[in-house]
């Protein structure tokens, strides 16, 4: 009967939002709004020093946000303050598993069904390092192919977990992780200040652009991705930790 109730409540609030947005005059009819009131004209005309023409890759110079592809031109750019509230997501999330999960006092791991022999230890460690610098490769050149901090920090929480799953006595150091993830979000908060400061609006981008595909390049976009990695990184380490540990009665 719970069930049954809670699936009608739930069918009644979505169908009640629904209407409520169709009857909002802030929400305009699907398709009545023209692209170029919501989109810069430099990105739809493609316009470089005020010519117009296409984007070269490795040429073009001085673009609008710098980034070689699409994805990262809207959420590390035109939607970063999305992002951010993604990342704040994450950040709640982490600090409920670790107010449900987390122990005062002295912690041990949970012991393992099987006993991981020594070449899955030595082979998993292997593995870490391959998949760690992926993680580090993909944060890196996330202005240059779709990817970045989320897909790159996702990696290097998997090679964290790789080493726990392979390694029954492997803990990290949950602390360094901890302030990883503050500086990491303070950083961010701090580099969308200087653009309130520095440039017009918060996150705004406030250095050259440079050549479109270069590694420096694309201005304070690399800059973000990278606290993104560490923070979404140093976060999911953090909840494995806590979903892998329990308190020590001994």
């Known amino acids: 009967m719970k069930k049954l109730f809670a699936f009608v409540l739930t069918i009644g609030l979505g169908v009640l939002m629904i209407f409520s ?21 430099l990105f739809l005309d493609k316009s470089v020093n005020g010519d117009n023409g296409d984007v070269v890759f490795g ?26 509230g993604e990342v704040t997501v994450l950040f709640i999330s982490s600090l409920g598993v670790a107010l449900l999960l987390g122990v005062a006092g002295k912690q041990k791991r949970l012991a393992l069904n099987f006993k991981p022999n020594f070449m899955l230890r030595v082979g998993s460690r292997a593995l870490f390092g391959i998949i760690l610098m992926t993680g580090v490769y993909v944060i890196l050149h996330g202005h240059l192919t779709p990817g970045g901090g989320f897909p790159g920090g996702a990696m290097i929480a998997s090679s964290i977990l790789l080493l726990y799953l392979a390694d029954d006595e492997f ?21 969308g200040l200087l653009g309130l400061v520095l440039a017009t609006y918060f996150l705004q ?43 020590d009665l001994a």
């Open 21 to 41: 947005l169709r009857a909002n005059t802030l929400f305009p009819e699907f398709g009545d709004v023209s692209i170029a009131d919501r989109i810069s004209a």
């Open 59 to 84: 040429q073009t110079t001085d673009a609008e946000d710098g980034a070689a592809n699409l994805v990262t031109s809207i959420v590390v750019d035109y939607r970063s303050f999305d992002t951010l």
């Open 171 to 191: 803990r990290t150091k949950v602390k360094g992780f901890k302030v990883l993830e503050s500086v990491a979000g303070s950083l961010y908060v701090i580099v």
């Open 205 to 247: 981008n406030f250095l050259p652009t440079g050549t479109v595909g270069d590694l420096f390049s694309a201005g304070v976009l690399p800059i973000v991705y990278v606290l993104i990695g560490l923070k979404v990184g140093s976060e999911i380490s953090g909840i494995i930790d806590h979903f892998l540990t329990e308190g």
